[in-house]
């Protein structure tokens, strides 16, 4: 925690890209300790965005008074991120940081950790050509540490949060992004939380097939007329939003929708 005040005061005057999670929650709420009004926080909201994440950010900001501005970063409205091809994130990302740059004369701050930098992710290199740092990474802390920083300043709703990524991370790649597919794939997700109490469930759209993944052990569990239940209203969900493929169940792997291309040459992070 020492070395991660440290580096936010070195950094100075900061605005954060609070997404909702844990990383950029944390992050935002040691910002403003440290800094005071020099943390700003910056939250995008889109129907790529799950609306337990925006929820929680407005209840923050009214907990603790953050500073916090919420924008359309415009994602949606650029075809290549709706074309969703490997390196989508790319596209968001930019489009994130090049609003963010437009409205704040700072450093704009991630909520990105060591964990992250192992990982295939391309908006990382938007990140770089944004000015954007990385007060985790630059402290030495993994996704271990951030929760410990979490469990340490009381963020007891934080710390064992599952991790949740953007909703087109549901939707397979090269299948085109559709907000009003993204908003019946939160709807989904909900609906399955509410009635299993999973520790992790994705609602991922395929070619062929919309896919319930669920913890082995939820699913293990599941009898076959909750199964029924299930996947009646997933399918209507999903098929208000024009997507009638037939609902299965599948255990959790993380990334499944993403497929990499044949090339691997092509996992590069430029567009």
């Not at 935002?28 to 929820?55: F, G, I, K, N, T």
């Not at 509410?194 to 097939?209: I, S």
């Not at 599941?222 to 208000?240: C, D, F, N, P, Y």
């Amino acid at each position: 925690m020492t070395r991660l005040r440290s580096v936010i005061g070195d950094i100075g005057p900061v605005v954060v890209a609070v997404s909702g999670g844990v990383d950029s929650m944390t992050l935002a709420v040691v910002a403003q300790e440290v800094l005071q009004d020099d943390a700003r926080m910056l939250h995008a909201r889109s129907p790529a965005v799950p609306a337990e994440a925006s929820e929680r950010v407005r209840r923050y900001t009214q907990r603790l008074g953050w500073r916090l501005r919420v924008v359309d970063a415009g994602e949606l409205a650029d075809p290549s991120y709706i074309a969703n091809p490997h390196n989508r994130c790319f596209y968001c990302k930019t489009n994130l940081y090049a609003t963010m740059a437009g409205l704040f004369d700072c450093v704009l701050v991630s909520g990105t950790n060591t964990d992250d930098l192992g990982d295939y992710r391309p908006g990382l290199e938007a990140a770089a050509r944004h000015g954007v740092r990385h007060p985790f990474v630059e402290a030495g802390m993994d996704k271990a540490a951030v929760r410990a920083v979490a469990r340490e300043l009381a963020l007891t709703d934080l710390a064992e949060l599952p991790a949740s990524p953007c909703l087109s991370s549901r939707v397979e790649t090269g299948i085109p992004i559709d907000p009003d597919v993204l908003v019946a794939i939160d709807r989904a997700e909900r609906f399955v939380r509410r009635e299993l109490g999973p520790q992790t469930v994705r609602c991922r759209v395929r070619d062929e097939a919309i896919v319930i993944e669920l913890d082995q052990q939820c699913l293990a569990a599941m009898g076959g007329s909750t199964a029924g239940q299930l996947q009646r209203e997933v399918g209507r969900l999903l098929a208000a939003a024009g997507v009638a493929h037939p609902v299965t169940f599948a255990g959790y792997r993380m990334g499944s929708a993403f497929l990499r291309p044949a090339d691997e040459s092509l996992l590069g992070p430029h567009p």
